[in-house]
Nanobody, 125 residues
Framework: VQLQASGGGLVQAGASLRLSCVAS????????MGWFRQAPGKEREFVAG????????HYADSVKGRFTISRNNAANTVDLQMNSLKPDDTAVYFC???????????????????WGQGTQVTVSS
């Protein structure tokens, strides 16, 4: 399975960006997909996740109400709509796929099986 993330860029605070992640090379649907981010000098952290079959979502407290994760089953894509961006949102954003059944939507990096290459999001003040 290969994941390709895109849509990052440089924006001003308050602006919006939409990230997209395309999955290829799979023959069945994942259990869940997630977006993580990693700022310089910090650990990779969970941003948002979606259970593929039901569409159930889960968000980090820091992005609730501003970010929306969605998936397109037919196109095998998962998007992250980011509104009201803040300088603290600056990071490399990664999409990830979890293949096997789990309880809830995992928020720990080690529980995801496949990762995309990351896309840079920079928010200026």
């Amino acid at each position: 399975v290969q994941l390709q993330a895109s849509g990052g860029g440089l924006v001003q605070a308050g602006a919006s960006l939409r990230l997209s992640c395309v999955a290829s090379g799979r023959t069945d649907s994942p259990f869940a997909m997630g977006w993580f981010r990693q700022a310089p000098g910090k650990e990779r952290e969970f941003v948002a996740g979606i259970r593929w079959s039901s569409g159930t979502t889960h968000y980090a407290d820091s992005v609730k109400g501003r970010f929306t994760i969605s998936r397109n089953n037919a196109a095998n894509t998962v998007d992250l709509q980011m509104n009201s961006l803040k300088p603290d949102d600056t990071a490399v954003y990664f999409c990830a796929a979890k293949e096997r059944l789990a309880i809830g939507i995992p928020t720990i990096t080690q529980l995801y099986d496949y990762w995309g290459q990351g896309t840079q999001v920079t928010v200026s003040s």
